[in-house]
């Protein structure tokens, strides 16, 4: 199942396009975000590529497990100095961890760029992605990405900046996806394990409402929607 990992293209390069649009409003400026590839990596490759970036993991349901967001680190400080009113997008030279402030102004911008994501999935399988925390410097990566892992690389260009932005899935959750028989009962099958620790919640739902209902269950358990430091 795993060499059928191409079929995501699609989905990949709407996230692109759709990461460019959003990203050249909120800047002011042009934003060119292409897909550059798509490759299996194990955990250790991942975590070596984490270093000295900008890192969010996030989830998506309804597939199970942990996935990362990495902003390289000249695209990251690019964004921060432009919407923060720069007149460029020029990153400092050094690689350093984001300071409070800067990363209250990156923080929103990944969370917006996974709802380009949720844009993007939609045609394939309607996903809803939360829980976008910030990883601190030195901070693990998710168990969950230890195994073998889908990379997705974005080439990003902003202000004659160029550096990328990466996801990396656990093929856990990739897998689900790619195969037919079983895409359609993703959402079911949420509901399911949520009905375990819950048996007396009504699931009965078409997917859509099923999602707006777990939204406001997670408002109910106080879970964080935003990304967090």
């Known amino acids: 199942m795993t060499s059928n ?99 209250r102004v990156m923080s929103p911008a990944a969370v917006r760029s996974m709802a380009d994501l949720e844009l993007a999935g939609k045609p394939v399988l309607p996903v809803a992605v939360h829980d976008t925390e910030y990883l601190r410097e030195g901070e693990p990566i998710p168990r969950d990405l230890e195994a073998t892992n889908l990379s997705v690389t974005i080439e990003v260009l902003l202000d004659g900046t160029a550096g990328d932005i990466r996801l990396y899935y656990p093929m856990s959750m990739v897998e689900p996806v790619l195969d037919p028989d079983r895409v359609d009962n993703l959402w079911q099958d949420m509901k ?27 408002q109910d358990l106080r879970v964080v929607h935003t990304a967090t430091d």
């Open 192 to 218: 399911e394990r949520i009905l375990a620790d819950r048996p007396n919640w009504d699931v009965d739902l078409p997917a859509e409402t099923f999602s707006q209902e777990l939204d406001r269950l997670r």
């Open 5 to 103: 990992f191409e079929a995501l293209n699609p989905t990949n390069t709407r996230y692109a396009e759709s990461l460019g649009k959003g990203w050249s409003g909120v800047t002011g400026t042009n934003v060119s975000c292409v897909l550059q590839s798509q490759s299996l990596v194990d955990g250790r490759s991942v975590e070596n590529a984490c270093r000295n970036r900008h890192n969010y993991r996030f989830e998506m349901d309804p597939l199970a497990g942990k996935a990362v967001v990495s902003f390289s680190h000249e695209i990251a400080h690019a964004f921060v100095y432009r919407t923060s009113g720069g007149l460029s997008g020029s990153p400092p030279p050094e690689r350093r961890p984001f300071t409070d402030e800067e990363r």
